[in-house]
C-alpha cells in the first residue's frame, strides 16, 4: 500500500484548503482501512490531527476540532483533509497515514500507523 499527500501551499489566515491523499495497492479497501492525517511543525513533534475508521468514525484533535473535516471517497481511493478557517499555528508538514485493521477504534501516537505519505507543506501568513 502507497500513500500520496498532495494539495498543500501558501495561504492566509482565515483561507481554506483541501489536502488529499491518494492510496494505492492491490488489497487496499477503505471498508479494512483506518485513515489518518498527522502534522508536523517545525521543531515539534508529529501530531494527530483527524482519522477516519474502516467504518466511517471521525475523530479530530482539540485543535481543528469545527475547523477541519476529514473525509474519504472509495471510487478514488481518496482520502481528504478540508481546512477551513485556517489559522498561523496550523502551518505544519501534513502527512496521511494509513493502517490495516479491524478494530473500529485508532491509535493517536505515530506508531501505530504503519504506511504514511511522503507530506504536503501547509504555510498559513497572517
Known amino acids: 500500500v502507497q500513500l500520496q499527500a498532495y494539495g498543500g501551499g501558501l495561504v492566509q489566515a482565515g483561507d481554506s484548503l483541501r489536502l488529499s491523499c491518494a492510496v494505492s495497492g492491490r488489497t487496499f479497501s477503505f471498508r479494512s482501512y483506518a485513515m489518518a492525517w498527522f502534522r508536523q511543525a517545525p521543531g515539534k513533534e508529529r501530531e494527530f490531527v483527524a482519522s477516519v475508521s474502516w467504518m466511517a468514525d471521525r475523530e479530530y484533535a482539540d485543535s481543528v476540532k469545527g475547523r477541519f473535516t476529514i473525509s474519504r471517497d472509495a471510487a478514488k481511493d481518496t482520502m481528504y483533509l478540508q481546512m477551513n478557517s485556517l489559522k498561523m499555528e496550523d502551518t505544519a508538514v501534513y502527512y496521511c497515514?494509513?493502517?490495516?485493521?479491524?478494530?473500529?477504534?485508532?491509535?493517536?501516537?505515530?506508531?501505530?500507523?504503519?504506511?504514511w505519505g511522503q507530506g504536503t507543506l501547509v504555510t498559513v501568513s497572517s
Open positions: 497515514a494509513g493502517r490495516q485493521t479491524q478494530f473500529r477504534n485508532v491509535q493517536y501516537g505515530t506508531t501505530w500507523w504503519p504506511y
